[in-house]
Every structure is written in C-alpha cells, then in structure tokens.
C-alpha cells in the first residue's frame, strides 16, 4: 500500500512590523503519515477533525484538483507537537503536509511555490505557509493572486523563546479588533521598522531588533486579548529581553535573544503567574517541510 511520512515544522509570523508578512519556521514539529486506504480516517486528532474539513485532507485535496486527478482516500496519521490556536503555524503545518504528501504520491513534482500557491487560497495569505514549505525567515506578498516568497537568513545564535498560555486566541478574534483603517504616519511607523528588522534579523543586532519590533498596526489591539501580557513582558525585560511581539495572532508570546539561560530564567518567573505557561527555547528551521524516508 501507498505512503508517505511528512515532516512539517511550526512558525512564528507577523514578527510586529511583518503583519502578514513575515513568517519564520522553528524547530517544533507536526509528523503526519499518509497512507493509502479504502475510506477516508484519521488517527492523532480529536474526532471533531476526523472528516474531510481536516486541513492536512484540504491541502491534500488541492493538489489533485490541481493536476486534475481524484483524490485516492487515505488514512492520515497525526502526531502534533505544535498547539493549536496558539499563533504558531498549527494550520499552516497541517496544509502544508498533506499538500506535499499529495504532491510525492500522485507523482506530480510540483515546485514549492506552486504548492505554497494552492495552499494560501485555503489559508488566506502565505506569511506562514511560505516558511512551513521553505524553512527559514521568509517575507511573502500577493499580485493577482500569486505567491512571491523570499528568504532571509537570521543570525545563528539568535534564540526564538516562545511562551505558549494555557488558553487559546481564535484568529477571528484577533482579527475582529484589527480597525479597517489606519493613520498614514502609523503605516509610515510599520515600514520603516520592518526594513531595519530584516537585517537586524539577519546581523543578530539586539537593541535594533528590540526597536524595530514595535509596531501600531496589530499588537497593540491583540495585547489586551492576552492576560498576563503585561507580566510577561515585565518579566521578559527584567531578565534583560526587551525584543519581544506577538507570534502570529497570538496568544503565543515570542521573545528574540542570543542568552542561552533567558528561557530557564522565564520559566522561573512564569512559575508564579495564574496561568500555565509552556515556554520552549526553538532555534530557526531551515529545511521546511520534508518527505521523511523510511
């Protein structure tokens, strides 16, 4: 019987000033098995996903549609390391493994960026999907509906801490806070900030990405939805971490550092808060979404 193993890892977007834009893939990982079957089933997920609405069998889907064959019915296996409805990639992972595993099984040898393309008209917009497939830092737009990704390269001994509360943000209510309008030096503010962010991503310079992580677009509507974000960041910055945002729509927290203790010094910390924090210490994933060999 036909199969394939995926490998996929979580990511971080918006990075503050990259709302909709950034996205970075970190070393925190979905595993999914596609095997070929008689009916469609799932296992590793709770049964309110197992049917076909299953992001990983959309993704999966989306590739046979697009070379025009049918879908073969498949079993799906879930093991998931990234939480879901946390701001790390949870749906992003999923379609980006079944529209791989398509993409190896049907034989079709679809590029990345045509995969990415499929994926985001699921999706809505590619900030995570792009580094999901490519690995990396990546920067992504839309022109007529179609995906332009370029990569970026942090700096090797910068640290993505990302502290994951016990309760979850839906992106449609992160969203639903957003204004539909801004003020013409708020976006001037946004654009300055994501140009020096870039390279200060890529140079490791500490206090340029602390300034450039502000933003006025998102974060300061989405904060008041995440309790404790004030204590985080109080505790963040007296551990000597001033270069903390929002990773995707929250309520996941990141904070960028280069000290290798930070996130035992924040788990300390944590430990007296009111909510349960699960704080993880991810260096960047470079490779993206791989076809694991057996």
């Known amino acids: 019987m036909n199969g394939v193993t995926v490998r996929v890892p979580a990511t971080t977007a ?37 049917n076909s609405d299953n992001l990983a069998y959309q993704g ?15 079993h799906i296996g879930i093991q998931a390391e990234i939480p879901v409805s946390r701001g790390l990639g949870s749906s992003a992972a999923l379609l980006a493994a079944g529209a791989l595993a398509a993409n ?15 994926t985001t008209r699921i999706e809505g917009h590619p900030d995570n999907l792009a580094p999901a497939f490519l690995g990396g830092l990546t920067a992504s737009m839309m022109e007529d509906g ?30 639903a806070v957003l204004p539909r309008e ?12 994501l140009a020096v962010l870039l390279r200060s991503l890529e140079n490791g310079d500490m206090d340029a990405i602390a300034a450039s992580l502000k933003d006025r677009l998102h974060q300061p509507y989405r904060f008041r ?6 204590d ?26 280069r000290d290798a203790s930070f996130a035992d010094r924040m788990r300390q910390g ?25």
């Not at 190896?104 to 499929?118: E, F, K, N, Q, V």
Request: charged share 15%; proline share 5%.
């Open 14 to 50: 918006n990075l503050a000033a990259g709302f909709d834009t950034l996205g970075c893939a970190l070393s925190l990982y979905n595993t999914l098995r596609f095997e070929e079957s008689d009916t469609l089933s799932f296992s590793g997920c709770d049964a309110a996903y197992q």
């Open 60 to 74: 999966f889907t989306a590739v046979y549609g697009h070379i025009g064959k049918p879908a073969p019915c498949v």
């Open 104 to 118: 190896r099984l049907s034989g079709a040898g679809l590029p990345a960026d045509t995969l990415i393309a499929l």
């Open 146 to 175: 179609q995906v332009f990704s370029v990569r970026y390269t942090p700096h090797p001994d910068l640290r993505f801490v990302v502290l994951s509360p016990d309760f979850p943000l839906s992106t449609h209510a992160a969203r």
């Open 182 to 193: 801004v003020p013409h030096a708020d976006a001037v503010y946004n654009c300055s900030r």
């Open 225 to 230: 939805l995440i309790d404790e974000y004030e």
């Open 232 to 257: 985080i960041r109080s505790l963040a910055a007296q551990n000597g971490c001033g270069a903390l945002c929002i990773s995707g729509a929250g309520p996941t927290l990141l904070c960028l550092t």
């Open 270 to 294: 944590c430990s007296a808060l009111r909510h349960r924090w699960d704080i993880r210490d991810l260096k960047v994933d470079f490779s993206g979404a791989a076809i694991i060999e057996k």
